[in-house]
């Protein structure tokens, strides 16, 4: 997929915006993981440092269409302001004639940070009247907001209609390693799925049943396919309404010679607690009352030497509830045997990329993508609508 990116365009003294995913945490009105942020910096600078006016936008959270006090991109920008080295103003809306008056007034490499775009019920919408007036003030449109490209919304595809638009640094830089793996992976190439919910995963695990060769299941998604082969999981987390898909699932891996790893050991607890006693026992024995919790180290060996043997390896979602401590093993410790094994090792973004921040191991894999769902929707073939105005003709 080729894009038109900002090399193709000359910013001096232009009205850029810049759509960026900068949907990051925050804890105590400061932002409490900067990952997305110093993502789009490149490109920013990239920007002032020729005489751009750049006014960056972003969705902050879930307000549903209201605004939210706690939601206001005011630490954002406080942030952005600290890695870029000057102070960088927040504005209280995105839409407006203060908007196109403060825009209108920066100066050659000036930038400010509009307001939260899901304050406005339009933008998901993709309202058309909505996107001419985010676009009114500008001349041209820079999308780095990978992690949103999968949505038709306003902010992502109505204004890329309405102006020039163009790919940033970094979906530049996503689209081509993630287009690179879902065209040409190395082999063996296997996706290691975690996170708490199988109906998350399912479609990933069906529409890539045919592109890899094998995969590697953990997290909460495991205790729905070990409840499929007729075990026992306690009270682990099981969607009862998937058994009968995910059995068909496992009939058509085995049909097709791919495996289908699953935990031989998990820890245990009778409830998700600090402190709660945990016992290590065999994932087909789950006692009544207990819960699965996190991969054992018996599969954290097994999923190792699966790993240390691949060419390539895409991971989404966590291992086990690695923000509690008893839990954590499981990811850290498959997270270990991925950096050191030879296979390109890519992350699918979200609370993977979380974990890999908090176990200060992300900038040793071969990649960690900002996405999350537009990750895995890239890798399996399906529609980025936000893409498409990009598109070189």
């Not at 068909?248 to 289908?260: C, F, K, S, V």
Request: charged share 25%; with cysteine.
């Amino acid at each position: 997929m080729e894009l038109r990116t900002i090399r193709d365009l000359a910013p001096r003294g232009k009205k850029v915006l810049l759509r960026a995913d900068l949907n990051v945490p925050l804890s105590a009105g400061r932002v409490a993981d900067d990952g997305r942020i110093r993502a789009v910096v490149p490109t920013l600078r990239w920007l002032a440092e020729r005489g751009a006016r750049v006014a960056v936008l972003s969705h902050l959270g879930r307000p549903d269409g209201k605004v939210v006090e706690g939601l206001r991109m005011a630490p954002v920008a406080a942030r952005l302001g600290e890695l870029l080295g000057f102070e960088v103003r927040a504005l209280r809306n995105c839409v407006g004639p203060d908007v196109e008056g403060e825009v209108g007034g920066l100066p050659p490499g000036g930038l400010v940070v509009l307001e939260n775009v899901r304050f406005h019920p339009e933008e998901e919408k993709n309202d058309p009247d909505f996107a001419r007036a985010l676009a009114s003030p500008f001349e041209a449109f820079v999308n780095e907001a990978f992690a949103t490209a999968h949505r038709a919304h306003a902010s992502t595809v109505g204004v890329a209609r309405s102006l020039p638009a163009y790919a940033g640094f970094l979906m530049e830089r996503e689209v081509e390693v993630l287009s690179s793996v879902r065209d040409d992976p190395r082999r063996p190439y296997y996706v290691l799925v975690g996170g708490k919910k199988a109906k998350d995963k399912l479609g990933v695990l069906t529409d890539l049943l045919d592109r890899v060769d094998g995969f590697l299941i953990g997290g909460g998604v495991a205790f729905t396919f070990l409840a499929a082969q007729g075990h026992g999981v306690g009270k682990s987390v099981v969607d009862p309404a998937l058994v009968e898909t995910i059995r068909d699932l496992i009939r058509r891996a085995e049909e097709r010679g791919t495996p289908l790893h699953l935990p031989q050991d998990v820890v245990v607890a009778r409830e998700l607690a600090l402190g709660a006693e945990t016992r290590v026992v065999p994932a087909d024995a789950i006692p009544e009352g207990w819960m699965g919790l996190d991969i054992g180290p018996a599969t954290v060996q097994q999923f190792a030497e699966v790993v240390a043997g691949a060419g390539t390896v895409v991971w989404t979602g966590p291992l086990g509830a690695f923000e509690h401590p008893p839990f954590e093993a499981g990811t850290r410790g498959v997270a270990e045997a991925l950096v050191a094994s030879p296979a390109f090792t890519v992350v699918g973004g979200g609370e993977t990329g979380e974990a890999v921040e908090k176990l200060g191991l992300a900038d040793r894999f071969g990649y960690v993508s900002t996405g999350g769902g537009a990750t895995l929707d890239l890798l399996r073939g399906r529609s980025m609508p936000a893409l498409e105005p990009l598109r070189v003709s």
